[in-house]
Nanobody, 121 residues
Framework: VQLQASGGGLVQAGGSLRLSCAASGRTFSRYVMGWFRQAPGKDREFVAAINRSGGSTYYSDSVKGRFTISRDNAKNTVDLRMNSLQPKDTANYYC???????????????RGQGTLVTVSS
C-alpha cells in the first residue's frame, strides 16, 4: 500500500489543522493505521492509531484530548484532526500502515513521506 499525507502547514499556537492520508490499493481496510511525527533532532514519536474498522483508537499522552484520528475505508483515507496546537507539536507528520495493532513505528510495514506542521508561538 502506498501512503501520501497532506494538510500540513504553518499555524499559530492554539490553532487547528487537519491532516489527511490517502492510501492506494484495495486492501486499506486490512491495515491498522497510525500517525507518527518526528521533529528535527528528535526521535520518531507515536501520535495516534486506529484499528481496521475505525471503532478503536489510541493516542499518546502528549496529544490525548487535542488530536482525533479517524478513517474512511470507503475512501481509503485516514485523518488526524489537531486542535489546540502548541509549538512542541512542530514536526514532520506521516501516516503508516500495519497488519498488527501496535504503537511501535518499526512494526508498521508501510509509511508515507509525511507533511510538515509548524506551530508558531
Amino acid at each position: 500500500v502506498q501512503l501520501q499525507a497532506s494538510g500540513g502547514g504553518l499555524v499559530q499556537a492554539g490553532g487547528s489543522l487537519r491532516l489527511s492520508c490517502a492510501a492506494s490499493g484495495r486492501t486499506f481496510s486490512r491495515y491498522v493505521m497510525g500517525w507518527f511525527r518526528q521533529a528535527p533532532g528528535k526521535d520518531r514519536e507515536f501520535v495516534a492509531a486506529i484499528n481496521r474498522s475505525g471503532g478503536s483508537t489510541y493516542y499518546s499522552d502528549s496529544v490525548k484530548g487535542r488530536f482525533t484520528i479517524s478513517r474512511d475505508n470507503a475512501k481509503n483515507t485516514v485523518d488526524l484532526r489537531m486542535n489546540s496546537l502548541q509549538p512542541k507539536d512542530t514536526a514532520n507528520y506521516y501516516c503508516a500502515a500495519s497488519t498488527i495493532w501496535s504503537t511501535a513505528g518499526d512494526l508498521y510495514e508501510y509509511r508515507g513521506q509525511g507533511t510538515l506542521v509548524t506551530v508558531s508561538s
